[in-house]
């Protein structure tokens, strides 16, 4: 079922006599409706479509009877044909001293597609020219930090997005601190599981330590994992570090996560996760 938007209008349907447009019934032009809509997909703007239309049905016709078929005044129509004329869309012809428009043949549409083919080429010639120069910029803000709030369930996973899109040392895993036991208090198998796939279409491969009392976790091929009793240290925060980023998401009620960007605080935090990583490891294998 076709749902009209405030936008559609309901006209009359008209045909031409003498030169003037007489109006045959009042009913919603449901095929007009879908046909704007087809031929606004295509790149024709609303009130192109409206216009084309018209003069599509009405073969050859003055201004004022396109205008009113089309449901748009006068001034709009001389606007909107003669755009349609610089795209090959329409021609006028003189007839008795007076200017008629005329839609060409449908195939004629095909022309929309080499002047947006023409656009795109000219974009992507100035995008070209200015690229260095954004490239400039972007060199002077990386060795600037960057500190980002995100929050809500939603703002996580925008923050998760981002995180992973970081390109560290090809080797380099992720080094991730967490609570097993407050993530499944907060978050459900599914949404688990969804922040996962963000990172393993990543192929980012993790080193975790975790805190989890209803059992331990082991390593697989896209990780290492480090139980830790959190009788001994707590995690109270879900923390990953990559690259030059951090991410730091407490893990109560109202979710939030801070995304850090810079360079020695990322070492420094990686260096502490590798010393608490071997302290962990050896009381292991002590036992």
Same mark, same amino acid.
């Given at each position: 079922?076709?749902r009209?938007?405030?936008?559609?209008?309901?006209?009359?349907?008209?045909?031409?006599?003498?030169d &003037?447009?007489?109006?045959?019934a009042?009913q919603?032009?449901?095929?007009?409706?879908?046909?704007?809509?087809?031929l606004?997909?295509?790149?024709?703007s609303?009130?192109e479509?409206?216009? +084309?239309l018209?003069?599509l049905?009405?073969?050859?016709?003055s201004?004022?009877? /396109?205008?009113k078929l089309a449901g748009?005044?006068? !001034?709009?129509?001389?606007?909107?044909?003669? %755009?349609?004329?610089e795209k090959?869309?329409?021609?006028?012809?003189?007839?008795? @001293?007076?200017?008629?428009?005329? %839609?060409?043949?449908?195939e004629?549409?095909?022309? /929309?597609?080499?002047?947006?083919?023409?656009? /795109?080429?000219?974009?992507?010639?100035?995008?070209?020219r200015?690229?260095?120069?954004?490239?400039?910029?972007?060199? $002077?803000?990386?060795?600037?930090?960057?500190?980002?709030?995100f929050?809500?369930?939603q @703002?996580? *996973?925008n923050?998760?997005?981002?995180f992973?899109?970081?390109?560290?040392?090809k080797?380099? =895993?992720?080094?991730?601190?967490?609570? $097993?036991d407050?993530?499944?208090?907060?978050?459900?198998?599914?949404?688990?599981?969804?922040?996962?796939?963000?990172? *393993?279409?990543?192929?980012?491969?993790?080193?975790?330590? +975790?805190?989890w009392?209803?059992?331990?976790?082991k390593?697989?091929a896209? @990780?290492?994992?480090?139980?830790?009793?959190?009788?001994?240290?707590?995690?109270h925060c879900?923390?990953?570090?990559? @690259?030059?980023?951090?991410? /730091? %998401? =407490? *893990?109560?009620?109202?979710?939030s996560?801070?995304?850090?960007?810079?360079?020695?605080?990322?070492?420094?935090?990686?260096?502490?996760?590798?010393?608490?990583?071997? !302290?962990?490891a050896?009381?292991?294998?002590? &036992?």
């Amino acid at each position: 079922m076709l749902r009209l938007s405030k936008h559609d209008t309901v006209r009359e349907t008209y045909y031409v006599q003498d030169d &003037k447009v007489v109006c045959l019934a009042d009913q919603l032009n449901l095929n007009r409706i879908i046909m704007e809509r087809e031929l606004q997909k295509i790149g024709l703007s609303e009130k192109e479509s409206k216009v +084309y239309l018209a003069a599509l049905e009405l073969g050859q016709a003055s201004v004022q009877n /396109i205008a009113k078929l089309a449901g748009v005044n006068r !001034a709009t129509a001389y606007s909107v044909l003669a %755009s349609l004329i610089e795209k090959g869309l329409c021609a006028t012809a003189e007839q008795n @001293g007076k200017t008629l428009y005329a %839609s060409g043949a449908p195939e004629a549409l095909l022309s /929309i597609f080499e002047i947006k083919k023409k656009e /795109i080429e000219e974009m992507k010639n100035y995008f070209e020219r200015i690229l260095p120069d954004l490239r400039s910029i972007h060199n $002077r803000m990386k060795d600037k930090s960057v500190v980002k709030f995100f929050e809500g369930k939603q @703002g996580l *996973l925008n923050c998760l997005d981002e995180f992973y899109q970081e390109r560290g040392a090809k080797s380099e =895993p992720v080094r991730m601190i967490y609570n $097993r036991d407050l993530l499944e208090s907060l978050f459900t198998d599914a949404e688990r599981q969804k922040y996962r796939q963000i990172r *393993l279409r990543q192929g980012a491969k993790t080193k975790v330590l +975790y805190n989890w009392q209803a059992g331990e976790l082991k390593s697989t091929a896209d @990780g290492m994992r480090l139980k830790v009793d959190d009788r001994k240290a707590f995690f109270h925060c879900d923390i990953s570090i990559h @690259g030059n980023l951090m991410k /730091i %998401s =407490p *893990l109560r009620e109202k979710l939030s996560a801070i995304l850090i960007r810079d360079k020695e605080i990322a070492r420094t935090f990686k260096a502490l996760f590798d010393l608490a990583w071997d !302290a962990a490891a050896s009381e292991i294998v002590n &036992k």
